[in-house]
Nanobody, 112 residues
């Protein structure tokens, strides 16, 4: 059983930045990656970014490459998502993911 708690969402203007955090507690394993997904109104949940346990490998959806950066603090079982140059299309609920577990989500709204 793993609990995932996201934080850092909110309302931001286009071109602005947000940093999301996801703290994991319970049973965690070093050989599993962590990642972020998002779901916008009327759309399916989509992959955003992922990072290996060691932090040596990262993966991004084409829509966020060059704008978002995923990182992690292994000792604290925490993963971050730095989001820059946000666009209205980034508006969604962002979910932290670990193995088969999901957080409750944090809402990001990009609007002027």
């Amino acid at each position: 059983q793993v609990q995932l708690v996201e934080s850092g969402g909110g309302l931001v203007q286009p071109g602005g930045s947000l940093r999301l955090s996801c703290a994991a507690s319970g049973r965690t394993f070093s050989n599993y990656s962590m990642g972020w997904f998002r779901q916008a109104p009327g759309k399916e949940r989509e992959f955003v970014a992922a990072i290996s346990w060691s932090g040596g490998s990262t993966y991004y959806a084409d829509s966020v490459k060059g704008r978002f950066t995923i990182s992690r603090d292994v000792g604290r079982n925490t993963v971050f998502l730095e989001m820059n140059n946000l666009e209205p299309e980034d508006t969604a609920i962002y979910y932290c993911h670990y193995r088969s577990d999901w957080g409750q989500g944090t809402q990001v709204i990009v609007s002027s």
